[in-house]
């Protein structure tokens, strides 16, 4: 069974900044491409960044691009997700998932998921 323990969410000031993280195991990190998604009241889910399990690509979505970074830290056994320059429409419960495979593609083939988050940005 693949576990996800996210962490890092809170409430901020517009402009402000977080850092997600996401602890999941060596063999999860080394075999399957992990995704962050958020999802606001009312609205669907949106995926937002994505890591392949080689950290040779990375995907971002058009309203986070510039602001947010995904990375890793394998000795950690964990994915980051760097959130600068945050907006109130950034509000959201994040969750990060793990990738049926090693690299980034659909949410379709996201298998795994971590019990979210919750990011608020409010002044």
């Known amino acids: 069974q693949v576990q996800l323990v996210e962490s890092g969410g809170g409430l901020v000031q517009p402009g402000g900044s977080l850092r997600l993280s996401c602890l999941t195991s060596?063999?999860?990190?080394?075999?399957?491409?992990i995704g962050w998604f958020r999802q606001a009241p009312g609205k669907e889910r949106e995926g937002v960044s994505c890591?392949?399990?080689?950290?040779?690509?990375?995907f971002y979505a058009d309203s986070v691009k510039g602001r947010f970074t995904i990375s890793r830290d394998d000795a950690k056994n964990t994915v980051y997700l760097e959130m600068n320059s945050l907006k109130p429409e950034d509000t959201a419960v994040y969750h990060c998932?793990?990738?049926?495979?090693?690299?980034?593609?659909?949410?379709?083939?996201?298998?795994?998921w971590g019990q979210g988050t919750q990011v608020t940005v409010s002044s």
């Open positions: 060596r063999l999860t990190l080394e075999t399957r491409a």
């Open positions: 998932a793990a990738h049926r495979y090693s690299f980034c593609s659909g949410s379709y083939y996201y298998d795994y």
């Open positions: 890591i392949s399990s080689s950290n040779d690509m990375t």
